[in-house]
Every structure is written in structure tokens, then in C-alpha cells.
């Protein structure tokens, strides 16, 4: 092969004898300094042996910004404060492994989102931690909600924005609905499937969209904001204990269940679709006590029941069943859920079904569910009910039973209807 100059992240031409790969040089790893990597065009990493290429061709180099980014701020525009928690939309691509790697500064983050600036001013970042959200737990829903708590109180600070990894951010979105309580300013969690330095990147829209609900809206409730649909045009704003990601891929990834949104958000306006608070000047104040010992266990068919005795010896202090269907299992699981209820632990039942509720009243299965001692959570998610579940359980003077059948933050309707 013909010496090399192209460097990671330059486009480029791998040459075999019948074959011309195009696309961006990655860095190898040290143990293999024998394989050229290349990213192509669509997205996927490929690797040659070095001794079967003829040569490669620099095509363009690529592009180094020494250029400084400085946070904008403007006194005409209301003042926003953004937490930033990790995950995608905070993170960009790596010409080394051909991956994506957290952005180290949100001046790094900013220079990405311009437009960002044209109607809110950023007045305060807040970095808790950066994670991906699959390593996220309840403390560190604690973390978020306490500097949460903390901007809400401050009087110059219209809103807030969290940014967060996709795939668990329903839960946040959930635990910061029963912590923050009834908020006195807009709290907006949103995100991006893909990372912001990609052409295809959804996260510029949902920024903007975020930081018009946080920052312009008179919305007082948490709530999660991202695309609507697969285009680039506008977000929903939408409940965050009656949302979930649908999708593993797609810009409109999340969706409301068993609910609407609360608006369609423009990037300079706001179409409001349902009731919703309104701003206050309540101070806000906090609750989020939290047990651990909480479980969601999925039934499936001929599943041994036996599983709910590793959380019985594990001392867990309640689980969430996801149940078969309007809420059923097999006549071996209730014999063991009337065992380990009888033993302390509370089992409370949401269905494997998204849309719709749980009845126990339909069929002689949930009729023995309600006599072993299950609660039926309605239309409630089953992320949500785990979240809530462990909330509740939190507080040690509270009736379990009770709570957990109490309204806190619109996450269960009374009855469902068409629309």
C-alpha cells in the first residue's frame, strides 16, 4: 500500500484491485493497527485488512474549529436554565471510533444549537453528571429534581430544560412528576435520537421547541418535548407520567398513552390541544423519598411463578405485574402472588397492552387477583407505576394502597373514551 496521509475523520477513497470504498477514516484500535476502518455512508462501520488495500485517497480533510463559542444573552428575552444529564443529544460523533462521546463543555453543546438564542436567553447550566440513561437509578432522579427545585425557586429563571439520553428518559419524566409535585414554572425534558453533529440530527428542533415551552409558555407542569412526527417541523408537548418511547429509532419516538398532548410546539409559537396548569408563584418544595426495593415483572405464558420468590427473599417491598391482557395471569401465579402478599410484600397490577386499563372485574382470573390482595392501577403505565410505587413506598406513614390509587400528576384516568 502507498503511504498513508489522510488522519481520522478526513473523507476518503480505500482503493482495491476491483473495489473503491468511500467514506470517513476511523482510527484503529491499538491491538489492531493491521485493519483500516471506515465509516460509510450509511451509518455503518466497516474494516479491511491494511495489506489488501491499495491506496487511500484523501478526499477532504477534516474540519478543525479553534474558533471560540460564547453563550449569547439578550435582557428582551426571558431567561431559561438547561440541566444537562448525558445521552445523545449531548454527544457528538468520534472520528476515532466511529461512535458518538459526551461533549465536554456547553459551550461545546451550544455552538451546535444556535438557535437556541433567537427567543430565550441560557442564564444558567447546571451538569449534575453525564450519563446515558441506562445507567441512571433513583438517586439520580433525586439529583435531578433537587437542582430542579432549586431554579424553579429563582425568580429570574422562567423554566427549565433537562436534556437526557432517550431510552429511560420516561422514567425521569415520571420521577420528576411525583418529586417536583405541582411546579410553579414549565419543566421540559427532551433529547435526540441522533447525535447533534449529524445532518439527520433531531435535536436542534427539539432544543428550540424546549426552550420556547420553558421559556414563553404559560405551562406549569413536567412534561416531555420531542418531534411529533417523522418530518422536521414541529414537537408535542406531552405529559410526563403518560408518555413512552414507541420506537427505538424514529425522531418521533415518544407518544402520549391514554392521553393527548398538551400542545404542539412551533419553534416560534404554541398551539395548546388540553387543559393544563397554569405558571404561579408558588415556591416549590420538593418530595422525593424513594424506596428501591421495587420490582416490574413482566407475565408471560408459561412462566414459573417462583421468580417472585427471589424478590420475596430479596426483602423488595412491592411489584408492579404486568399482567396479560384487561389483567390476567395463570392459576399457578395466583397462588404464589396470594403467598407472597400474605407475607408483606404489595403487588399492584398494569397491563402488557399500551393502550387501555386493567379490570378485574371481567374475568374469574382478576376476580382471584382482587381476593389475593392485587390493586389494579387502571390506565396507569407500567414504567410510571414502578416509579410511583417507590415514591410511595418512600414515605413509611403513608397508606400504600391508598396512594397509589390517588391522582398526584394526571398519570391515571378515572375512565378511558374513544377520543
Same mark, same amino acid.
Given at each position: 500500500?502507498?503511504?498513508?496521509?489522510?488522519?481520522?475523520?478526513?473523507?476518503?477513497?480505500?482503493?482495491?484491485?476491483? &473495489?473503491?470504498?468511500?467514506?470517513?477514516?476511523?482510527?484503529?484500535?491499538?491491538?489492531?493497527?493491521?485493519?483500516?476502518?471506515?465509516?460509510?455512508?450509511?451509518?455503518?462501520?466497516? @474494516?479491511?485488512?491494511?495489506?489488501?488495500?491499495?491506496?487511500?485517497?484523501?478526499?477532504?480533510?477534516?474540519?478543525?474549529?479553534?474558533?471560540?463559542? &460564547?453563550?449569547?444573552?439578550?435582557?428582551?428575552?426571558?431567561?431559561?436554565?438547561?440541566?444537562?444529564?448525558?445521552?445523545?443529544?449531548?454527544?457528538?460523533?468520534?472520528?476515532?471510533?466511529? @461512535?458518538?462521546?459526551?461533549?465536554?463543555?456547553?459551550?461545546?453543546?451550544?455552538?451546535?444549537?444556535?438557535?437556541?438564542? &433567537?427567543?430565550?436567553?441560557?442564564?444558567?447550566?447546571?451538569?449534575?453528571?453525564?450519563?446515558?440513561?441506562?445507567?441512571?437509578?433513583?438517586?439520580?432522579?433525586?439529583?435531578?429534581?433537587?437542582?430542579?427545585?432549586?431554579?424553579?425557586?429563582?425568580?429570574?429563571?422562567?423554566?427549565?430544560?433537562?436534556?437526557?439520553?432517550?431510552?429511560?428518559?420516561?422514567?425521569?419524566?415520571?420521577?420528576?412528576?411525583?418529586?417536583?409535585?405541582?411546579?410553579?414554572?414549565?419543566?421540559?425534558?427532551?433529547?435526540?435520537?441522533?447525535?447533534?453533529?449529524?445532518?439527520?440530527?433531531?435535536?436542534?428542533? =427539539?432544543?428550540?421547541?424546549?426552550?420556547?415551552?420553558?421559556?414563553?409558555?404559560?405551562?406549569?407542569?413536567?412534561?416531555?418535548?420531542?418531534?411529533? =412526527?417523522?418530518?422536521?417541523?414541529? $414537537?408535542?408537548?406531552?405529559?410526563?407520567?403518560?408518555?413512552?418511547?414507541?420506537?427505538?429509532?424514529?425522531?418521533?419516538?415518544?407518544?402520549?398513552?391514554?392521553?393527548?398532548?398538551?400542545?404542539?410546539?412551533?419553534? =416560534?409559537?404554541?398551539?395548546?390541544?388540553?387543559?393544563?396548569?397554569?405558571?404561579?408563584?408558588?415556591?416549590?418544595?420538593?418530595?422525593?423519598?424513594?424506596?428501591?426495593?421495587?420490582?416490574?415483572?413482566?407475565?408471560?405464558?408459561?412462566?414459573?411463578?417462583?421468580?417472585?420468590?427471589?424478590?420475596?427473599?430479596?426483602?423488595?417491598?412491592?411489584?408492579?405485574?404486568?399482567?396479560?391482557?384487561?389483567?390476567?395471569?395463570?392459576?399457578?401465579?395466583?397462588?404464589?402472588?396470594?403467598?407472597?402478599?400474605?407475607?408483606?410484600?404489595?403487588?399492584?397490577?398494569?397491563?402488557?397492552?399500551?393502550?387501555?386499563?386493567?379490570?378485574?372485574?371481567?374475568?374469574?382470573?382478576?376476580?382471584?387477583?382482587?381476593?389475593?390482595?392485587?390493586?389494579?392501577?387502571?390506565?396507569?403505565?407500567?414504567?410510571?407505576?414502578?416509579?410511583?410505587?417507590?415514591?410511595?413506598?418512600?414515605?413509611?406513614?403513608?397508606?400504600?394502597?391508598?396512594?397509589?390509587?390517588?391522582?398526584? $400528576?394526571?398519570?391515571?384516568?378515572?375512565?378511558?373514551?374513544?377520543?
Amino acid at each position: 500500500m502507498e503511504k498513508v496521509t489522510a488522519k481520522p475523520g478526513d473523507k476518503v477513497e480505500v482503493h482495491f484491485v476491483k &473495489e473503491i470504498y468511500e467514506g470517513t477514516l476511523l482510527e484503529s484500535p491499538e491491538n489492531e493497527k493491521g485493519v483500516v476502518l471506515l465509516k460509510l455512508g450509511n451509518g455503518y462501520n466497516i @474494516g479491511f485488512n491494511k495489506k489488501d488495500v491499495l491506496k487511500i485517497r484523501t478526499l477532504r480533510k477534516a474540519k478543525v474549529s479553534e474558533e471560540k463559542f &460564547e453563550i449569547k444573552k439578550d435582557s428582551s428575552k426571558p431567561n431559561i436554565a438547561m440541566v444537562i444529564t448525558g445521552g445523545t443529544i449531548s454527544s457528538r460523533y468520534d472520528s476515532r471510533t466511529g @461512535g458518538v462521546h459526551p461533549l465536554d463543555t456547553p459551550e461545546s453543546l451550544f455552538k451546535f444549537y444556535p438557535e437556541i438564542f &433567537e427567543r430565550v436567553n441560557i442564564a444558567k447550566i447546571e451538569i449534575p453528571f453525564m450519563k446515558f440513561s441506562e445507567n441512571m437509578n433513583h438517586k439520580d432522579w433525586q439529583k435531578i429534581a433537587k437542582v430542579c427545585e432549586k431554579l424553579l425557586n429563582e425568580p429570574n429563571i422562567s423554566g427549565v430544560v433537562v436534556t437526557h439520553g432517550t431510552d429511560f428518559l420516561h422514567y425521569t419524566a415520571s420521577a420528576l412528576s411525583f418529586f417536583l409535585g405541582k411546579v410553579n414554572k414549565p419543566v421540559v425534558l427532551t433529547y435526540s435520537q441522533r447525535s447533534i453533529d449529524r445532518a439527520s440530527s433531531d435535536a436542534n428542533l =427539539n432544543l428550540v421547541c424546549s426552550a420556547e415551552v420553558a421559556g414563553l409558555s404559560d405551562i406549569a407542569e413536567v412534561v416531555l418535548v420531542g418531534h411529533a =412526527n417523522s418530518e422536521d417541523n414541529f $414537537c408535542y408537548a406531552m405529559p410526563g407520567a403518560k408518555v413512552r418511547k414507541l420506537h427505538t429509532s424514529r425522531r418521533d419516538a415518544f407518544k402520549v398513552v391514554n392521553d393527548k398532548p398538551i400542545a404542539k410546539v412551533f419553534p =416560534n409559537k404554541i398551539e395548546i390541544l388540553k387543559n393544563y396548569n397554569k405558571r404561579n408563584k408558588t415556591k416549590i418544595k420538593i418530595d422525593n423519598k424513594f424506596e428501591e426495593k421495587v420490582a416490574l415483572v413482566k407475565f408471560y405464558p408459561g412462566q414459573s411463578p417462583d421468580i417472585l420468590d427471589f424478590y420475596l427473599k430479596k426483602k423488595y417491598k412491592g411489584i408492579v405485574i404486568e399482567l396479560a391482557g384487561i389483567g390476567q395471569v395463570s392459576d399457578a401465579w395466583i397462588k404464589k402472588i396470594k403467598e407472597i402478599i400474605s407475607k408483606g410484600v404489595f403487588i399492584f397490577g398494569t397491563s402488557q397492552c399500551i393502550n387501555g386499563r386493567v379490570d378485574g372485574f371481567v374475568y374469574s382470573s382478576g376476580r382471584k387477583l382482587i381476593d389475593a390482595g392485587v390493586i389494579y392501577l387502571k390506565d396507569m403505565l407500567s414504567e410510571t407505576a414502578l416509579v410511583k410505587l417507590g415514591w410511595v413506598l418512600g414515605h413509611k406513614s403513608w397508606n400504600v394502597k391508598e396512594k397509589m390509587l390517588e391522582n398526584f $400528576c394526571g398519570e391515571f384516568n378515572e375512565r378511558l373514551v374513544i377520543d
